[in-house]
């Protein structure tokens, strides 16, 4: 999971309070939450990113190694599934797991066909993925997630 | 009686209006005027009706108009005229300023074509051999019109390049800043108002009909009563039963 993905995580955990709250709560620059979350490049420097962790009471750590992982690893492994029509693993945060088809993918959200079923997941509580490629098919790092943890602590 | 040319002179006409007016060609005209040949009878008439006078008061040979004397002061154009009388380019007594040599091509003139030469695939010989020079012995205009070429070269390349680009791209447009595909399976559900399970970051569902939605919220009816959903606090939701 990336940065902005795991901190839209953590701020649906604390209530789901709007962007212009927290930025004027933890002092960073307005606008900047909104596309922390939302760019698929990884934005905030390392100082945001320590107030934010503050402020939702995580390890500094847990946010920052993941801004090693750009929110478009996910996007991205979520096109190759569609293009390839290869299904695809999403473990979610919730400890549920699904494996399916992707139909589409959005900003927020992607559609899974799971048997007969439509699953719509939000992308922010998507912890890893797994492409399942055919044996004998190449797979490239993309396919996978980084591991779920570096530092094997959850702050949620 | 008054000659011919003191008449038309003193009315304002031009030997060309005359002739209009009387159907005389304007060399006979000019002819009775300076005294070559006498008017004849036949168009006196026409004369006088033309030059609204008396036919008595031409003088059937007119007395030659004076010379027109050439005034000092008047520059060499207006003296001489040139060949057949029409009014010629006044004639320059010093000879034509011979136009300064074109000026060599700009520094940063050649800086940017030794940068754009690698930019479209050449080198800096390969452009000196299109132009058939060196490129520091170009002039500035000449350096203009090769900076246009090779920007237009590269100009085509980029295009091509970004054409070919989009059929080769590995990854699909990034949706970002929108949410189309959501808000478009969203409006769907809402239409056909059928049952939805959305499962919540606390292991809780809610099951209803969608009735709204915006980017952030979902509200669903659930039996008598309207629930507004945060999409933060949304796991993932599906339609109750399957695909319909």
């Known amino acids: 999971m990336s940065s902005g993905d795991y901190l839209r995580f953590l701020r649906a955990l604390h209530g789901g309070k709007d962007f212009f709250s927290i930025e004027e709560e933890t002092g960073i620059p307005s606008g900047l939450m909104r596309q922390i979350e939302q760019r698929y490049r990884a934005v905030g420097d390392e100082a945001t990113l320590r107030k934010l962790a503050e402020y939702y009471g995580v390890p500094p750590e847990e946010v920052l190694w993941r801004h090693e992982w750009s929110r478009a690893r996910l996007t991205f492994a979520l096109e190759d599934a569609m293009r390839d029509d290869v299904p695809i693993r999403l473990n979610l945060r919730t400890g549920e797991s699904f494996t399916g088809k992707v139909q589409w993918v959005d900003l927020a959200a992607t559609c899974l066909k799971v048997g007969d079923r439509e699953i719509i997941v939000q992308r922010h509580w998507v912890d890893t993925w797994e492409l399942l490629r055919p044996e004998g098919e190449s797979s490239s790092e993309e396919d996978a997630s980084p591991p779920s943890s570096a530092t094997g602590e959850e702050g949620a | ?244």
């Open chain 2, 1 to 244: 009686m008054y000659n011919l040319w003191e008449i038309r002179k003193r009315k304002g006409m031009s030997l060309k209006d005359l002739a209009a007016r009387t159907g005389i060609p304007q060399e006979k005209l000019l002819a009775y005027e300076q005294g070559k040949e006498p008017i004849p009878y036949s168009d006196l008439p026409r004369l006088a009706k033309a030059l609204y006078v008396e036919e008595w008061e031409i003088k059937t040979l007119s007395d030659p108009p004076p010379q027109r004397k050439s005034h000092p002061g008047r520059s060499r154009g207006q003296q001489k005229r040139g060949k057949g009388g029409r009014r010629g380019k006044p004639q320059r007594s010093r000879p034509r300023r011979v136009p300064p040599p074109p000026s060599p091509a700009r520094e940063t003139q050649l800086a940017h074509l030794r940068q754009l030469a690698p930019a479209v695939g050449k080198t800096v010989e390969e452009i000196e051999q299109m132009v058939g020079k060196p490129l520091d012995q170009l002039t500035r205009r000449e350096a203009s019109r090769l900076l246009f070429q090779l920007q237009e070269i590269l100009r085509e390349r980029k295009q091509q390049a970004k054409q070919e680009g989009a059929h080769n791209r590995k990854r699909a447009y990034l949706p970002e800043g929108v949410d189309r595909f959501e808000l478009e399976y969203l409006t769907q559900l809402q239409e056909k108002a059928l049952p939805v399970r959305f499962h919540l970051f606390d292991g809780s569902e809610v099951v209803g009909a969608i009735v709204g939605f915006g980017p952030y919220s979902i509200t669903v009816r659930t039996d008598e009563t309207e629930t507004t959903l945060n999409k933060l606090a949304i796991a993932w939701y599906t339609l109750e039963g399957g695909v319909q």
